[in-house]
């Protein structure tokens, strides 16, 4: 096992690695997106070892997909297995949760800066949808639902996004 090395579960394997996959073990990643303005992917992934001692990690990356370099990435306590998605105005959302808190974050979608947060009280699993109406873009996500870690009661939330200038 010495000579074996752990890689994120969408890198294509090699000689010497080994896989690790979820369901109580391992690394898995939920719905990925994409901006052509940033040229970037975008994944939310949990690392929750098997038996490791420590509760999971959650991953929330930006890569260059010609490349596959690690462009920036934030760091939760808890799972962020839910779809991120990416809007016009340079926002990318993305939801985490455990039995800790559940939040849904706004980042800046090229620099990975953290925009805004907003604490749910319960864990995000499904990939929020943006939309507009009038001209004025919402961004809508479910909270709640799942076993994992799950907090509070099931909600829908809406919110308004910044006017374009």
Do not use: C, H
């Not at 699993?125 to 004025?136: C, H, K």
């Amino acid at each position: 096992m010495e000579a074996n090395t752990l890689v994120e579960q969408f890198t294509p394997l090699g000689p010497g690695q080994i896989f690790a996959p979820g369901m109580g073990g391992g690394s898995s990643y939920g719905p990925l997106a994409y901006s052509e303005k940033t040229g970037l992917l975008y994944v939310a992934a949990i690392d929750q070892p098997f038996n490791s001692g420590r509760g999971p990690k959650g991953y929330f990356s930006a890569y260059d997909p010609t490349t596959g370099e690690l462009i920036w990435r934030q760091i939760f306590e808890g799972y962020a297995q839910a779809g991120p998605v990416v809007t016009d105005g340079g926002l990318v959302f993305v939801g985490a949760g455990s039995n800790i808190a559940g939040y849904f974050y706004a980042f800046d979608a090229e620099t990975g800066e953290e925009y805004w947060k907003y604490n749910t009280g319960s864990g995000i699993f499904a990939s929020p949808a943006v939309y507009a109406i009038d001209g004025q873009e919402y961004v809508t996500v479910a909270s709640g639902g799942g076993s994992r870690g799950r907090r509070g009661g099931d909600l829908i939330l809406t919110f308004a996004l910044p006017q374009k200038n």
